[in-house]
């Protein structure tokens, strides 16, 4: 997922520097790369990591005279669904109802309930 902050703030100076850190100032999660020239978030979720979380953000960025602006955000970082077995055949004859137990072909890592659609 990648986010661009760089719209989020404007200042007449040519360069700013844009940075990135839990709301209470402490280091962001290693996952989430931020580039301080253009303001661009990147998050990279290793799917091994089983859980759902809130993250409280303080975007901030600062101008060449040292003017700076914050802004707060609560993001959800979510663990993708995933397949977990395919299947390939299914033979179902005209007239006939079939079931399939889609519970051991789809899995969500951090166990939230999932919804499933059909076309």
């Known amino acids: 997922m990648e986010i661009s902050t760089q719209g989020w ?11 990135l850190t839990l709301s209470d100032g402490e280091m962001r ?21 089983k859980y759902s979380e809130y993250l409280q953000l303080r ?3 600062a ?11 609560t993001m959800l970082i979510n663990s ?4 977990i077995r395919m299947v390939k ?4 004859s005209v007239g006939r109802m079939i079931s399939i137990d889609l519970s051991n072909i789809f899995d ?12």
């Open 59 to 61: 975007f901030s960025v």
């Open 9 to 19: 703030f404007s200042d007449d100076s040519a360069s700013l520097k844009y940075s």
């Open 63 to 73: 101008d060449q005279l040292e003017g700076t602006a914050k802004v707060y955000k």
């Open 80 to 83: 993708r669904p995933r397949v």
């Open 29 to 49: 999660p290693l996952y989430i790369g931020y580039d301080p020239g253009d303001g661009l978030m990147v998050v990279k979720r290793d799917n091994a990591i």
């Open 89 to 92: 055949y299914v033979e179902a």
């Open 108 to 119: 969500d890592p951090d166990g939230d309930a999932l919804t499933l659609t059909m076309p």
